[in-house]
């Protein structure tokens, strides 16, 4: 029987490309890709567009993301974990109020930039609502449907094309990569030191070769079952009225905050 931990990281399918993917039955998992893509970025244009002085509308910003991220079912856990990828912006932004020219602002022991202050602080909140937007998009739909939406999203189709393209032969990397894994280690290898790099480095050119190798036999393949530029696919179904209801509420309770908080601030 599986661990609940496993249950709880377990992706559609076993490709590379797959592997953000948290498959669950949640009203956000069962939306369009293209509605997601659509919900996704216009939640974020209205979330660059709020002053960083407007806090009370980012703190309900967040608290509306937290109510999506409980209705996808994504363990809070998993997400923490994936926003860490911020991390290095959150250093830059960290060390901006220690750097620039006009007023100053006492807090502690440190004499800060105001200026810096209200753009670090901007790059963090904003940065952290837009990277918890992409993990939703991305744990909630696999990539192949990141790209259909794009694709109904009239994305030009050579651009769809190449990252198709690319989400294939990642996997046909991979699978050499294993397989030349287990060969090395079944002959006893394990690389220790510094000396065990020219043998990594062999690996790595054998890999590239073997790869490209593979990949001219996968497109080969393709041009033999009919392949003329275009994936084929089933003609996607008419989206109904309520569907895109249901998708634009996540942007829209954004602008209903952001609408709110314009008001307040003219009152």
């Known amino acids: ?51 960083v002085t407007k806090w ?12 999506v991220v409980s209705i996808a079912k994504i363990p809070f856990l998993l997400l923490f974990k994936r926003s860490l990828i911020e991390i290095p912006f ?18 502690g022991p440190f004499d800060l930039y105001r200026e810096g202050l209200i753009a670090g602080s901007g790059i963090v909140v904003k940065g952290t609502l837009g990277v918890m937007t ?21 994305l030009p189709v050579l651009m769809v094309q190449i990252a198709s393209f ?16 287990v060969a090395r280690e079944s002959r006893g290898f394990e690389a220790t030191g510094i000396k065990h790099w020219k043998v990594l480095a062999t690996a790595a050119g054998a890999l590239f070769i073997r790869s490209y190798e593979r990949g001219e036999r996968v497109h080969l393949s393709m041009l033999s079952r009919g392949y003329e530029g275009v994936l084929p696919h089933d003609e996607p179904p ?9 998708a634009l509420v996540y942007p829209f309770i954004a602008a209903i905050i952001f609408t709110v908080q314009l008001v307040i601030g003219k009152m």
């Not at 709880?8 to 939306?31: A, F, I, K, Q, T």
């Not at 959150?90 to 807090?107: R, T």
């Open 166 to 181: 690319m989400l294939r032969y990642v996997n046909v990397v991979n699978d050499e990569m294993e397989r030349m894994k």
């Open 56 to 67: 009370p509308a980012f703190i309900a910003y967040f608290l509306w993301l937290l109510t």
């Open 238 to 246: 008419k989206v109904q009225t309520k569907v895109w209801f249901t």
């Open 1 to 51: 029987m599986a661990t609940k931990l496993e249950q709880e990281n377990h992706h559609h399918g076993h490709d590379v490309g797959e592997r953000l993917y948290l498959h669950r039955h949640s009203l956000v998992h069962s939306l369009p890709s293209h509605l997601k893509i659509i919900s996704a970025i216009a939640f974020i244009l209205i979330v660059v567009s709020t002053p």
């Open 90 to 107: 959150v250093f830059f932004a960290i060390l901006m109020p220690f750097f620039g020219s006009g007023e100053k602002v006492q807090v």
């Open 134 to 154: 992409a993990i939703i998009l991305s744990t909630s739909t696999t990539a192949r449907e990141i790209l259909r939406g794009l694709e109904r999203l009239k």
